[in-house]
């Protein structure tokens, strides 16, 4: 700011308390009028026969003004207002904002700490936890998971206890803070059309759907030597590598003879984006045991 202006302000602020206060006294009447003295003089308006006295201001108003004043003067001295002069107390709104951030931030992270020292077990049957967790997951999984968590085509259901990578409290919380990659290759040019329809037959029958029974030898014989070794010779999966239990018939994508074919054409990449820079870990704790709340009944 210019010093033209800082004088300017300065000027005109103090010449208008002096002002002020000037009218105040100035005008000010102490005399205590006897309304049957003749020489009481009045304002001189009339309204409706009803004539105005010229009486002093009254006390608690006059006090009033002069306790204002002097709040004024002392505000000055302490708070930014005279032009540049910063006041004693340095105030600024900068660091106002920064002490209120500071203050909202401790208070948020205690409402939080409480859950941190808990047991994601624990905090599963803490109803105003979960009812908090469910916000987080709902500003940050819902988009993928669903707002039910009940997933959709590609995204895992998360309320079903079918996992593809373990439902322990621990294997939940590495999920979320890591992610996860899926690679389940392609195998169009390795097996041609005729190799992925007959082990698109034997997956099939692992899940008790409807087959060709004629195509289900040719398929395991593919399975044992192109699937066991992420699938399982069972089929069942492992948590290990994501790979997806092929016996339930729950299907992550499509479990259609189609879907099937369409899968292992082109292969599969699921992509579970890391949290751990995203979310801070007590609100990732929190989550962890939402998701674990979220399949415990079933
Ligand atoms: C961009 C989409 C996306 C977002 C956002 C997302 N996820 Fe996922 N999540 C996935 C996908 C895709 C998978 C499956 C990965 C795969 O195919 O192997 C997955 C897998 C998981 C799994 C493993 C399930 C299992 O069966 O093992 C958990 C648990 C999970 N997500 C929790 C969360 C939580 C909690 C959040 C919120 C912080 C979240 N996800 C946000 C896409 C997402
Ligand atoms: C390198 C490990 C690996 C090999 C080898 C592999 N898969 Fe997979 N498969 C996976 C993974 C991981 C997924 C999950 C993909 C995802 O989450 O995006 C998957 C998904 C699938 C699915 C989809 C399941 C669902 O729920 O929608 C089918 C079907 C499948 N694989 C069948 C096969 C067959 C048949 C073979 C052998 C020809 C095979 N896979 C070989 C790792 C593998």
Same mark, same amino acid.
């Given at each position: ?5 800082? $004088? ?27 309304? =049957? ?6 304002? /001189?308006?009339?309204? &409706? ?13 006059? !006090? ?29 709104? $900068? %660091? ?7 203050? @909202? ?8 700490? $409480? !859950? ?29 998971? /669903?707002? =039910? ?16 990578? /373990? ?18 290759? @392609?195998?169009? #040019?390795?097996?041609?059309?005729? #190799? ?19 195509? $289900? &030898? ?30 339930? &018939? ?18 599969? %990449?699921?992509?579970?984006? @890391? ?16 998701? !674990? ?6």
């Amino acid at each position: 700011m210019s010093i033209f202006w800082n $004088v300017w302000i300065i000027g005109l602020t103090s010449i208008n308390l002096i002002l002020l206060l000037w009218v105040l006294l100035a005008n000010r009447k102490v005399a205590i009028r006897d309304d =049957d003295d003749p020489e009481n003089k009045t304002t /001189g308006h009339i309204y &409706d026969g009803i004539e105005e006295y010229d009486n002093p201001l009254p006390k608690w108003w006059f !006090y009033l003004f002069v306790g204002s004043m002097i709040f004024t003067l002392f505000y000055l001295i302490l708070y930014p207002g005279l032009g540049s002069f910063k006041g004693l107390r340095g105030w600024t709104s $900068v %660091n106002q904002l920064e002490y209120q951030q500071k203050q @909202a931030l401790e208070q948020y992270q205690n409402s939080y700490g $409480v !859950y941190s020292k808990m047991t994601v077990v624990d905090l599963a049957d803490e109803p105003r936890a979960m009812k908090m967790a469910s916000r987080i997951f709902d500003n940050n999984c819902a988009v993928c998971h /669903g707002a =039910d968590a009940g997933g959709a085509l590609g995204f895992p259901n998360l309320t079903d206890n079918d996992w593809l990578y /373990g439902g322990t409290p621990e294997k939940i919380k590495e999920t979320i803070m890591e992610g996860r990659a899926a690679a389940m290759p @392609a195998w169009a #040019g390795l097996l041609g059309e005729k #190799g992925i329809n007959e082990v698109t037959q034997y997956v099939l029958s692992l899940s008790g759907q409807e087959h060709d029974a004629t195509l $289900v &030898d040719a398929g395991q014989t593919i399975f044992a030597n192109s699937c066991v070794a992420c699938h399982g010779q069972d089929g069942r999966g492992s948590h290990a590598n994501g790979a997806p239990n092929l016996t339930d &018939d729950i299907w992550l994508y499509e479990g259609t003879p189609a879907g099937i074919r369409q899968t292992l054409r082109a292969g599969r %990449n699921g992509n579970m984006p @890391a949290q751990k820079d995203r979310l801070r870990e007590d609100k990732i704790h929190l989550l962890t045991a939402y998701v !674990y709340s979220l399949s415990k009944e079933n």
